[in-house]
């Protein structure tokens, strides 16, 4: 016997039980993990997203005694302060120079190098004000805590070259003077020690036909390849003992040695000039390694450079 399915009572779900009624397309393309998901907050905003910074990438061990900044580089080493900002502005004239400090030369350049989103540019007050291109000038400075003390730091200080009056002394090539846009504010403590002091030593870097002033903008990571540049200028001095250029080899050599390569590897890098030595300070070999990692790393911290001049 089959009963009558017109006589036989239906439960009918109450008013509370019933699903709220969507299309079928909807419920085909659905998934149960996409409709577990909760729709957006009514707050969401893509700026509540984390914020990209310059130094995202860099190795803490990199940023141990950093410090930059108009102010006189401090003595001590610490833990860098926030971040490096996208842009440091460079102003015409008289102001403080800018100095970028670390604890040795390698982790200064190899610290800039993977610092591809900054770049040292002139204010605009800078470019309004004059006419032409404005370029960097460059003093590299060694110094130590106390005299008994063997580990020396390194700090770089920057202004943008500004033109002598006809009086004053010409000191274009002579790497024991300050430039004359120097002479404009007043120089940090470790400045005026001189050139060479007891815990304190100082190079300008000169204008050679191989190495001519930085041109602004300039990113850092080119800035990088300018110093390394200076030095290879300085170790292809060694010969020369009448301009001081060769000062600056000898000074990286004598307070870090166990940082500098010698031999065979040493005039590969001379030979392949600027680019082979920035790649061995980024712990790159002359020959690139295959797989994702390496391809990992080279997005992490490209290296594009523009040159400097």
Known sequence: FIPDQANTPRNTPSPAQRTSPRPESQAIAASPVEEAVPAPSPNYSPL????????QFIEPELLYGVSFGFNPPPMENFGMRGS??????????????????????RQLLKLMAKLSTVRIEPTVEAVAGTKGDLHLRTVIQFFKVHQTSSDWRTVI????????????????????????SYTLSTLPALLRNGRESQISKYYTVPATS??????????????????ASALEDSRRAAGDSSSGHRKLAKMIDL????QQRRGADGEEEQRRGGRAFIGRLMGRTSRPQGG???????LVTPFVSGEWG
């Not at 509540?48 to 130094?55: F, H, L």
């Not at 900002?85 to 670390?102: E, W």
């Not at 006809?166 to 790497?175: K, S």
């Not at 994702?292 to 080279?298: D, G, I, S």
């Open 48 to 55: 509540s997203r984390t914020i990209v910074t310059p130094n």
């Open 84 to 105: 490096f900002p996208d842009t440091f502005a460079l102003p015409f004239g008289k102001s403080a120079p800018l100095h970028i400090r670390a604890s040795s030369w």
């Open 157 to 180: 200080y920057l202004t943008i070259d500004y033109p002598a009056p006809p009086d004053h002394r010409a000191t274009n090539g002579d790497v024991g003077s300050l430039p004359y």
């Open 210 to 227: 191989r190495t001519p002033l930085p041109k602004l903008p300039i990113s850092m990571p080119d800035m990088a390849m300018y110093l």
């Open 255 to 258: 307070f870090y040695p166990k």
């Open 292 to 298: 994702r990692n390496a391809e990992v790393y080279e």
